[in-house]
């Protein structure tokens, strides 16, 4: 009975202190990040491109506003909207081997009309994140489902601009045009 008590206390012990840990700073990890569809690395001249932006956070997401409700200016590329309409959701998702909230916040579908290298513009977010925070009473940190107050802290945070680069679609060979069927003269 006595090593019962002692592991306890123990337990009781090690939960105040991670309390009072949390509380020296707010914790909070909150970024953006701009991608392509995952394999592509560059695009072909007059082809179009899917840039999905994503937020990730290590808390719960409760509102999120685009600062720039324009479309991004691309110097020599053709930008609009792709799935304007669709409702933002939010899931549990790796990035770099760490697990976060994700919100796949927008979609671009980008077409280049010259070769080199495109810069996407960088995107700003106000996002306003939902903390859970335990009751600071020891009695309630004694049970595994302790009280806990929900209050709301707000945020900025910006992707990074994206580098595309934009490349001559090689010529397909005799032999690829015969495998594919095409008539050859």
């Known amino acids: 009975m006595k090593k ?28 953006a990040v701009a991608s392509l569809p995952q394999g592509v690395e560059e695009v ?8 999905t932006l994503t937020l ?25 909207r792709y ?3 669709r409702r933002l959701n939010q899931d549990v998702a790796a990035y770099q081997g760490r697990r976060y909230y994700a919100v ?14 495109l ?18 009473d020891p009695f309630d940190s004694f049970f595994p489902f302790g009280r806990t107050q929900t209050h709301q802290v707000q945020k900025t ?10 490349t001559k679609r090689p010529r397909r060979t005799i032999e690829e045009m015969r495998r594919s069927g095409a008539t050859l003269m």
């Open 4 to 31: 019962y008590l002692t592991s306890i206390l123990l337990l009781i012990a090690v939960c105040a202190f991670a309390d009072t840990t949390k509380e020296d700073s707010d914790g909070i990890t909150l970024f």
């Open 44 to 51: 072909y001249l007059g082809d179009s491109v899917i840039v």
């Open 56 to 80: 990730y956070a290590n808390v719960d997401f409760a509102k999120i506003d685009n600062k720039s409700d324009k479309l991004p200016a691309v110097k020599h590329a053709t930008v609009r």
């Open 83 to 85: 799935r304007a309409d």
């Open 104 to 117: 796949r916040t927008e979609q671009y579908a980008v077409t280049p009309n010259q070769l080199g290298e």
């Open 119 to 136: 810069t996407f513009p960088a995107q700003k977010y106000d996002v306003v994140l939902s903390v859970k925070q335990r009751s600071r």
């Open 157 to 166: 945070c910006t992707a990074e601009p994206l580098k595309i680069k934009v």
